[in-house]
């Protein structure tokens, strides 16, 4: 029988449910349970892939081609599994899905309502993977009380009643905020979170509550008698230096003793200490790396969460912290502020806002010997600089960019070129590369096939791969035989463009190939 544990939020949203779900599936896991988690976001896009990155943070993609909330990323990254299309819901996509039926007649003439039908299709939705894990978490993204959300509130509420009591735990992360004129911690915003959850027909068996400072045990006694729960299950969720501490924290709580008493549930093997031992490292070394993100949401880090992520990650491996600033590619003092960094990093993006700064900033990479790794729109801009200067076509272009260049070193897609709709048409999820042997590409993957994420519509155009090779940049990786997929410049310290998505594939102790030789290539080339 699977179990399943409830994830949802109060008072304002990027609280950290995510992370905090993640957090106990990772002790779970380590347990021994198979755990899974489903995301369940209110808006009405049918997915967050048409989305400009500062409404809702960077899109992540499965290896099935899913455009997704990024906290997928964060379970991926936590459990160490693949996530797929059936981990990620909408609003929009449930709508969808029941007014096709309604179009198709499946409905029988019934009236379509809220109440039972997009429920429904809600609660069949959380017991998709049933078969497949012991433990199902399932998060419900926004604030209790959004309107929006209160249809996955209600069929939460009802799959709570159709199912066991011992197989349904509910868990509500909320904020206590620092009064800085009170000198203070304050539980009033958490009990009207919890209130408002209570009116809808939700009682939280645990409430973890997020804070800059060390909730006491008066405040613990107090939020538990106001909102009804046991006093060892108001949970603290303090602010701390790397999130991958959060599980040893609320092991330290026992919040994995709580659920598993709660649930009803015996450990299937003792508990696997390792993963939290590894993770202590991560706060021990002195040795800093710095690199530059050169991007145009330079003022939005969950634009590049899983860059961010990777490079820690990356750096974590060689030894040492990673010191990431995210440069604005309009900024007109960009080259002169990248001379203090050790690497430059160009990642994936849309549009021609931003597009001179970055490829001033791969021609300053190169030319000055600085490591650079370019990422699906970053590889597209390596290929656009050194068509122009290298190769000398002073107009070569991506016709994303410019419809009618003279030279289209970057190019759609055949297939591409008659989509109307903008949503997931994408080139989107595993692809298979073929590396040329010799390679540095190679030297660092240590195998001839890979598989990685893709989220394009533009390719390098394959007439210019020769040209281009006589002038220093090399193809060293395709798709069947034809589309370029990375390329390199060999005398360089580290020049790496690639058009998938690597960043998607890193995990704590698991550093992706490329992120690690780009790392450390930084580290040797460390300014001070």
Not at 225 to 243: G, H, Q, Y
Request: aromatic content about 10%; some cysteine.
């Amino acid at each position: 029988m699977t179990k399943y544990i409830f994830i949802t939020g109060g008072v304002v949203s990027s609280l950290g449910k995510g992370i905090s779900g993640a957090s106990i599936g990772k002790l779970l896991q380590l347990y021994g349970f198979k755990v899974n988690m489903i995301k369940f976001d209110p808006y009405i896009n049918v997915d967050p892939g048409t989305m400009n990155p500062y409404q809702h943070g960077e899109v992540f993609v499965t290896i099935d081609g899913a455009e997704t909330d990024l906290d997928l990323g964060t379970y991926e990254r936590f459990l160490d599994v693949y996530t797929s299309k059936a981990n990620t819901n909408t609003a929009g996509s449930i709508y969808q899905t029941v007014i096709n039926r309604e179009r198709r007649g499946d409905y029988d003439g019934e009236t379509v309502q809220v109440i039972p039908h997009i429920t429904d299709e809600i609660k069949k939705r959380f017991s998709a993977l049933k078969k497949e894990y012991d433990i199902t978490i399932i998060e419900i993204g926004g604030t209790v009380g959004d309107i929006e959300g209160l249809p996955f509130m209600e069929a939460a509420r009802q799959f709570r009643l159709e199912n066991k009591k011992e197989d349904i735990m509910s868990i509500h992360v909320t904020l206590v905020p620092y009064i800085a004129g009170a000198k203070e911690l304050k539980t009033k915003p958490t009990q009207h979170s919890v209130n408002k959850l209570r009116e809808i027909g939700i009682v939280p068996d645990m409430i973890i509550c997020r804070t800059q400072y060390d909730i006491d045990d008066s405040l613990k006694r107090k939020i538990s008698l106001f909102c009804n729960v046991d006093p060892e299950c108001v949970i603290e969720a303090k602010n701390c230096s790397s999130i991958y501490f959060l599980p040893e924290s609320f092991r330290n709580q026992s919040v994995d003793k709580l659920i598993m008493q709660k649930l009803k549930i015996k450990p299937k093997r003792s508990f696997d200490s390792s993963w939290l031992k590894q993770i202590k490292a991560i706060d021990k070394y002195n040795k800093t790396v710095r690199i530059a993100v050169v991007g145009k949401y330079a003022d939005l880090k969950d634009a590049y969460k899983s860059i961010d992520e990777s490079l820690n990650i990356a750096a974590t491996d060689q030894k040492a912290k990673a010191d990431i600033s995210y440069l604005d590619a309009e900024d007109k003092n960009l080259i002169s502020k990248l001379k203090d960094y050790d690497g430059i990093l160009v990642p994936g993006g849309f549009g021609i806002r931003g597009i001179d700064g970055k490829i001033k900033s791969i021609k300053y990479a190169r030319e000055n010997k600085v490591p650079f790794f370019g990422i699906c729109l970053g590889m597209q801009c390596s290929v656009i600089e050194a068509s122009r200067n290298l190769l000398g076509l002073k107009n070569a272009n991506s016709t994303e960019f410019d419809e009618n260049t003279e030279y289209p070193v970057i190019d759609m897609m055949p297939e591409q070129k008659n989509i109307t709709y903008r949503g997931g048409t994408m080139r989107l999820g595993h692809y298979i590369s073929d590396i040329i042997k010799g390679t540095v590409s190679y030297n660092l993957y240590k195998k001839e096939h890979i598989e990685e994420r893709h989220r394009h519509r533009y390719e390098m155009n394959p007439h210019f791969v020769e040209p281009l090779k006589k002038v220093g940049l090399t193809v060293s990786a395709y798709h069947k035989n034809i589309l370029p997929e990375i390329v390199e410049i060999k005398s360089h310290p580290f020049f790496i463009g690639v058009q998938f998505h690597p960043e998607f594939a890193s995990r704590p102790m698991k550093p992706h190939p490329l992120f690690k030789g780009f790392i450390a290539a930084a580290i040797k080339n460390k300014k001070h």
